[in-house]
């Protein structure tokens, strides 16, 4: 047993000298360490905490560096560094020949992906996003919101009435998957799918299992004895995978002519045009499924979440809700309101109700709502961090240069509560940080919420809500400007960080083909 334990030690030893060894540089000198770098261990044993404990040490370490670059030593795992500037990321993000997912990348998570665009890089990666271009189109998105939409969110919300009246507890996580494995299905699959289903299960649990590879670099150890359930949900996933696309080829060759959907087209009618054999198209299939309704059931139970913890945000969502839509979709009555006046900081007495439809729920119409969705994932994001492995060597904004192979992290967790980014209040949440109402006449005013300049939000886009302008007199709590008098106000206006500065949704060529969508579901 000693002569085991001198092997292991030595092999951890010379795996970390071998990080040791690495050619990042910046300026010909050795890249800093984060705070807590063990001699031998490196930032490894961070790493095999469980993926909420890294997370907070991501988020620990980012004031004590601030916009640095810093190296990531674990044994076992290639040279790698953690950048932080926004700019170091759109030297990332804009670079998609340059920075790919790479063998490092693959390794992990091939058995579960495969050839899906999470995972392929070149010609494959680009087919697929061509297909999904197709399939999220305008037109499609149109359709799924006018008419996918409302009867499944009408048995979502039949479900919880039910609940409630009987006083029943109710997993909402549970029940939002549940309403977007259905979405997804009948959208991309022209298929009744469920939470609950077998497949379902096993892919919550095998994604789960290969993300922790990512952190564990004993994973192959692990899985040699104890990887007996995550092989068996792969070969659900997959079996569940070949019976969408068999069931898609026969009704393609049953009725050609048929159309089945009410979308102009569906994803794995997409994927079938575009992708050369059905094993592909399998895999591509449950990718964008992953892609779609995990991320999208995850964001949404956040947002809850954050109502729940913030009571005084609940009334201002519901008004603006209730103002724009008719009275008969969406009830008045809330236990939090504090006001009784249909007057609030996005309503307009010059503005009819307006039916549910893809055409009213833009952000021009439903600002403080897609203001709430945003600084959820801000702070929240469905994707914590990322890291791509360079194909040749490069040299950062900041003089980090780079060798070959080496991976590059970024981590949209701790940006999100970057104070050199957001400001000093980073880590309140807060949803009118996003809001501006334009300045009144003849008088200077502050940020929404009343509290001076919206620091941190320098260089934002601009997207008018000029249709939601209104009173918005004592909602200052919230993230709402508080002020006396409405009659001078300016427009509601959405501020929108870059991409590279809030990268929740990626940005550049991979940026996300299901953005469009997730915006309108939260809204």
Not at 264 to 280: G, K, M
Not at 288 to 307: C, E, H, K, V
Request: proline share 7%; glycine share 8%; net charge neutral.
């Amino acid at each position: 047993m000693l002569g085991i334990a001198i092997a292991v030690a030595l092999a951890l030893s010379l795996w970390f000298l071998q990080g040791q060894r690495s050619g990042i540089r910046r300026n010909g000198k050795r890249l800093p360490r984060p705070p807590g770098t063990l001699l031998f261990a490196g930032n490894g044993l961070w790493f095999l905490q469980p993926r909420h404990k890294l997370l907070e040490w991501f988020a620990q370490v980012q004031p004590e560096v601030g916009f640095d670059t810093y190296e990531i030593a674990i044994p076992s795992l290639p040279a790698a560094i953690l950048v932080n500037d926004p700019k170091n990321v759109e030297h990332v993000l804009k670079n998609n020949e340059l920075f790919i997912k790479g063998n490092f990348f693959r390794s992990r998570s091939w058995d579960l992906f495969g050839n899906g665009i999470i995972n392929a890089d070149g010609e494959l990666w680009r087919i697929q996003r061509k297909a999904g271009l197709r399939f999220f189109s305008n037109a499609n998105l149109k359709t799924f919101i006018n008419d996918i939409v409302p009867p499944l969110l009408a048995d979502t919300k039949r479900d919880l009435d039910d609940a409630s009246r009987n006083g029943a507890v109710v997993d909402l996580q549970d029940v939002l998957l549940e309403l977007t494995t259905r979405l997804m299905g009948k959208m991309a699959y022209d298929m009744d799918m469920h939470g609950s289903l077998p497949f379902s299960k096993a892919f919550d649990f095998a994604s789960g299992e290969t993300t922790s590879r990512f952190t564990n670099p004993f994973w192959r150890i692990k899985e040699l004895f104890f990887g007996r359930s995550l092989r068996k949900a792969i070969a659900e996933v997959h079996r569940y995978g070949r019976t969408v696309v068999t069931e898609a080829v026969e009704k393609r060759s049953s009725k050609p002519t048929e159309k089945h959907s009410p979308l102009q087209s569906n994803l794995i009618d997409s994927l079938l045009d575009h992708l050369p054999s059905e094993d592909l198209v399998a895999d591509a299939a449950m990718n964008f499924l992953s892609a779609g309704r995990d991320t999208t059931a995850q964001s949404m139970t956040w947002t809850f979440y954050n109502l729940m913890r913030h009571p005084p945000i609940i009334p201002l969502l519901r008004e603006e809700l209730t103002t724009l839509l008719p009275a008969s979709s969406l009830s008045t009555s809330s236990p939090h309101s504090t006001s009784t006046s249909p007057s609030s900081a996005f309503s307009s007495s010059s503005l009819p109700p307006l039916p549910l439809t893809y055409d009213t729920i833009q952000p021009a119409h439903l600002p403080y709502t897609l203001a709430l969705f945003s600084e959820t994932l801000r702070l929240y994001p469905p994707v914590p961090f990322e890291l791509k492995e360079a194909t040749a060597p490069t040299t950062f904004p900041d003089g980090t240069f780079l060798p070959a192979n080496a991976v590059v992290l970024w981590v949209p967790w701790a940006m999100g509560r970057s104070t050199r980014i957001w400001g000093d209040d980073a880590l309140e949440f807060r949803p009118g940080r996003w809001l501006d109402y334009g300045e009144p006449v003849g008088e200077p005013m502050g940020a929404p919420d009343g509290r001076g300049d919206t620091e941190g939000v320098g260089g934002a886009e601009v997207l008018e809500a000029s249709e939601a302008g209104g009173e918005t007199e004592g909602l200052g709590e919230s993230g709402v400007r508080s002020e006396s008098g409405s009659k001078n106000r300016g427009k509601a206006t959405l501020l929108t960080k870059s991409a590279y500065e809030n990268p929740v949704f990626n940005a550049g060529p991979r940026n996300c083909l299901g953005k469009k969508m997730a915006e309108l579901l939260a809204t």
